[in-house]
């Protein structure tokens, strides 16, 4: 029986990336334990924003990942929490119905609901956290809470063995639309935050001084597209000067704001003959700073493993050339996950449940979404 009453006109209507199917070989545990052990089924469900997504894992591969994507925001330059919520509503029976079908995985067989707590928008939370309730009481599994900063990172530890993940301890770069931190990761479920943005996150620092130049919303994959065919030296932004592993991006986009305002008195055509030698050079400046402070995390922390990258902003074409040469001039290994689990996605949220489920923390029916959770919570 079709797991839920699916509406098929409508999800003609909503905009839904499926990710393929990873037929996983079985684990070495598998071939050397007498007694198979039990493989681990968990939907995740991820809305912390506006990204409407279910993924089914088993262990610690990924069976299906759908992410549907709310255009409905582009219009406004930004995201609108309160349509961001009410598209969750509409769209999250379709995509769990759609992850369980690509994945080939009944409700039945399910071990654990995984959901996300926070951080978000608190509209958007409630959408998620609700339906994963419900679907637990429904089901009678376990419910697993996950915080979405610890899942841009464990996104890391996404696939079987023929993936190579980094050892602990390592230094994570994260960067996301909402969010910039260094993160010492010492095991799975263990983070220590050694720094963070103190106004606003690298992704708002492409998308705003995007916006300035004349981009929709969202501007950072347009700034790293434009960027390739401009001059990164046309123009010469200061960097912050911020003691420590903190970060700041609130002064550049200022900066971006005066040069075009000031240019345009002189030249009404300054963006359109500008726009690629501005984008190269902003997307430098963003680059560099984010990797002056990693580079001091690396100093400060001798006893790592490794570097690695998470968020959105690490589809960023020039942070990745950067960060993966700097791994080298260190002599550290360093890692960036896959694209479709560097944006946020419920697949990275179901690698934390797996986690949650291996040491057994599960969440209660009194679990709330909280929209401001620190990485350690
Ligand atoms: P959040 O979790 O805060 O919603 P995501 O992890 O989904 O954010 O990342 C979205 C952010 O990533 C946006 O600010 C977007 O502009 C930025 N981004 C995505 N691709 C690129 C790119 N190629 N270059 C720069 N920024 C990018
Ligand atoms: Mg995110």
């Known amino acids: 029986m079709h797991p839920f009453s699916i509406n098929e006109e409508f999800l003609k209507t909503i905009q839904l990336k499926t990710y393929g199917v990873v037929v996983s070989k079985p684990s070495r545990n598998q071939h050397l334990c007498a007694m198979p052990k039990k493989d681990i089924y968990i939907l995740a469900i991820e809305s912390s924003c506006d990204d409407t997504s279910a ?30 919520s009410r598209a969750h509503q509409q769209q ?18 399910l071990d654990a609901i995984a959901f996300t707590r926070g951080p978000g928008l608190m509209g958007s939370l409630l959408v998620g956290v609700s339906f994963a309730k419900s679907l637990s009481i429904g089901l009678g599994i376990p419910l697993i809470d996950v915080n979405h900063m610890q899942a841009h990172i464990l996104a890391h530890f996404i696939g079987g063995e023929d993936v190579v993940k980094p050892e602990f301890p ?14 010492k990761v010492n095991d799975y479920l263990s983070f220590e935050l050694l720094g963070k943005t103190r106004d606003d996150a690298a992704g708002e620092a492409f998308d705003k001084t995007a916006k300035t130049i004349g981009f929709p919303y969202p501007g950072g994959p347009l700034i790293d597209k434009a960027s390739k065919l401009g001059n990164s030296k046309k123009f010469r932004f200061t960097k912050p000067k911020i003691d420590g592993l903190d970060f700041s991006f609130s002064g550049l986009k200022t900066a971006v704001l005066y040069l075009v305002r000031d240019g345009l008195k002189e030249n009404p055509n300054f963006i359109e003959d500008y726009r690629n030698g501005i984008a190269a ?13 990693i580079r001091k995390a690396i100093e400060l922390n001798p006893d790592i493993k490794g570097i690695a990258l998470a968020g959105g902003v690490s589809a960023n074409s ?31 949220i179901g690698i934390v449940g797996y986690r949650k489920y291996l040491s057994k923390e599960f969440a209660d029916l009194s679990a709330t979404a909280s929209a401001r959770l620190h990485i350690d919570i």
């Open 55 to 84: 993924a089914v894992l088993r262990n610690e591969v990924v069976l299906s990942n759908l992410v549907a994507n709310q255009e409905i925001h582009e219009k406004f330059g930004g995201v609108v929490p309160e349509l961001a």
């Open 92 to 109: 999250i029976v379709p995509v769990v119905d759609q992850a369980l079908k690509v994945a080939g995985v009944g409700k039945e067989d």
């Open 318 to 348: 020039g942070l990745r050339s950067a960060f993966l040469e700097m791994g080298d001039q260190m002599g550290l290994p360093s890692f960036i996950p896959d694209f479709q689990y560097c944006t946020d996605n419920a697949a990275m």
């Open 281 to 293: 050079s902003v997307q430098a400046t963003i680059v560099e700073i984010l990797l002056d402070k």
């Open 170 to 183: 390592f230094l994570c770069l994260t960067v996301s639309g909402g969010h910039t931190q260094i993160v």
